[in-house]
């Protein structure tokens, strides 16, 4: 990367934070800051009140739970089973206390038939909305699957959400709430509301306390090659969820997260990002997070340890720049420069 470019592209970040107005976070005066968990279906801080964002994407569930030579829309969907099955698994061995109790609404858009297996049971089934229990297994623990078995290829089935019970008071997004009566007219159902209630009323209430909150795994950095503005996470994926270097949550909703919680974020960039990655990534949270939060830049992870691919990516570019003769120093050099 051109260091005139590095220097005008950390300014564009750093300016984030003195671009600040008057008004602080109501966790101001924490002293604590947290991670965030990986974007998978055992994640047992259920951030989402859609289950099936962190599910594990269909193409991947081979040869599990997917068979046959299903083929898949630009977003992960299976637009055509040709006589195969799509299926998937969106939640893994979660303690029953971590989820709310009550029927869970699954919505879709298509023509066509989904089933579900392991923990979940279908209930009632209605125009393209099923309701489902999550019963525990044998161990105690959540795990529920999902096919779909049959779906029309000229319409077929997408933009599943599985939905929690339950909703929030329309002036507090943080305190969960089982129906109406617990409102004072403002109730808004998750499987109503779903569109605009992006977050998991009990993951906010646990997080509200810190006064930093490090994204470094809910966005997939570890191991992850990505290099393009165009290839990253997008709202408009099937799942966010799935292998190691594949995950990952969209910027938008990290930053909706922060603003929702008045939490200073701490933002991790691919190895590989390129200079139009960081321009785009600098200009959406210059343009998104309010202007009184703290923004903390990091590049990679822990690129120092020999486990990650990170850190051959630093040793390499340290040896092809002269940096050192020894490849580990050359490493942390290019890390440094």
Same mark, same amino acid.
């Given at each position: 990367?051109?260091?005139?470019?590095?220097?005008?592209?950390?300014?564009?970040?750093?300016?984030?934070?003195?671009?600040?107005?008057?008004?602080?976070?109501?966790?101001?005066?924490?002293?604590?800051?947290?991670?965030?968990?990986?974007?998978?279906?055992?994640?047992?801080?259920?951030?989402?009140?859609?289950?099936?964002?962190?599910?594990?994407?269909?193409?991947?569930?081979?040869?599990?739970?997917?068979?046959?030579?299903?083929?898949?829309?630009?977003?992960?969907?299976?637009?055509?089973?040709?006589?195969?099955?799509?299926?998937?698994?969106?939640?893994?061995?979660?303690?029953?206390?971590?989820?709310?109790?009550?029927?869970?609404?699954?919505?879709?858009?298509?023509?066509?038939?989904?089933?579900?297996?392991?923990?979940?049971?279908?209930?009632?089934?209605?125009?393209?909305?099923?309701?489902?229990? =999550?019963?525990? #297994?044998? *161990?105690? %623990?959540?795990?529920?699957? !999902?096919?779909?078995?049959?779906?029309?290829?000229? @319409?077929?089935?997408?933009?599943?959400?599985?939905?929690?019970?339950?909703?929030?008071?329309?002036?507090?997004?943080?305190?969960?709430?089982?129906?109406?009566?617990?409102?004072?007219?403002?109730?808004?159902?998750?499987?109503?509301?779903?569109?605009?209630?992006?977050?998991?009323?009990?993951? =906010?209430?646990? #997080?509200? *306390?810190? %006064?930093?909150?490090?994204? !470094?795994?809910?966005?997939?950095?570890?191991?992850? @090659?990505?290099?393009?503005?165009?290839?990253?996470?997008?709202?408009?994926?099937?799942?966010?969820?799935?292998?190691?270097?594949?995950?990952?949550?969209?910027?938008?909703?990290?930053?909706?997260?922060?603003?929702?919680?008045?939490?200073?974020?701490?933002?991790?960039?691919?190895?590989?990002?390129?200079?139009?990655?960081?321009?785009?990534?600098?200009?959406?949270?210059?343009?998104?997070?309010?202007?009184?939060?703290?923004?903390?830049?990091?590049?990679?992870?822990?690129?120092?340890?020999?486990?990650?691919?990170?850190?051959?990516?630093?040793?390499?570019?340290?040896?092809?720049?002269?940096?050192?003769?020894?490849?580990?120093?050359?490493?942390?050099?290019?890390?440094?420069?």
């Amino acid at each position: 990367m051109n260091n005139k470019i590095i220097r005008s592209t950390l300014g564009c970040l750093l300016a984030i934070t003195l671009n600040t107005s008057i008004a602080a976070p109501v966790n101001h005066g924490s002293p604590l800051g947290i991670n965030t968990n990986e974007a998978l279906e055992n994640n047992t801080s259920l951030p989402f009140v859609d289950l099936f964002r962190l599910a594990m994407p269909f193409e991947e569930a081979r040869p599990w739970f997917t068979k046959g030579n299903v083929r898949f829309d630009r977003n992960g969907w299976p637009m055509n089973l040709n006589g195969g099955k799509a299926g998937t698994r969106f939640l893994t061995q979660i303690d029953p206390r971590a989820l709310p109790k009550g029927l869970y609404t699954v919505r879709y858009d298509g023509d066509g038939e989904i089933r579900y297996g392991a923990s979940a049971k279908l209930v009632k089934r209605l125009p393209g909305m099923d309701l489902i229990s =999550l019963q525990p #297994m044998s *161990d105690k %623990k959540i795990t529920a699957t !999902m096919f779909i078995d049959k779906s029309n290829p000229r @319409n077929y089935i997408k933009n599943i959400r599985i939905l929690m019970p339950g909703g929030i008071c329309a002036n507090e997004p943080k305190r969960r709430v089982s129906n109406a009566r617990h409102c004072r007219g403002n109730y808004q159902a998750f499987s109503d509301h779903y569109k605009h209630i992006t977050f998991n009323p009990d993951y =906010l209430h646990f #997080m509200k *306390d810190f %006064k930093v909150l490090r994204f !470094m795994n809910m966005a997939g950095i570890t191991r992850n @090659n990505l290099q393009n503005w165009v290839h990253r996470p997008n709202l408009q994926e099937a799942t966010w969820g799935g292998s190691e270097g594949v995950r990952g949550v969209p910027l938008e909703i990290m930053v909706k997260l922060a603003n929702t919680l008045n939490i200073d974020p701490w933002f991790s960039l691919p190895h590989k990002a390129d200079n139009e990655f960081i321009k785009r990534y600098a200009q959406y949270v210059r343009r998104h997070l309010k202007p009184h939060l703290k923004v903390y830049v990091e590049y990679s992870n822990e690129t120092w340890n020999g486990v990650f691919s990170q850190t051959h990516h630093m040793q390499r570019m340290g040896e092809r720049l002269g940096l050192d003769a020894n490849k580990i120093f050359a490493g942390f050099k290019f890390y440094s420069k």
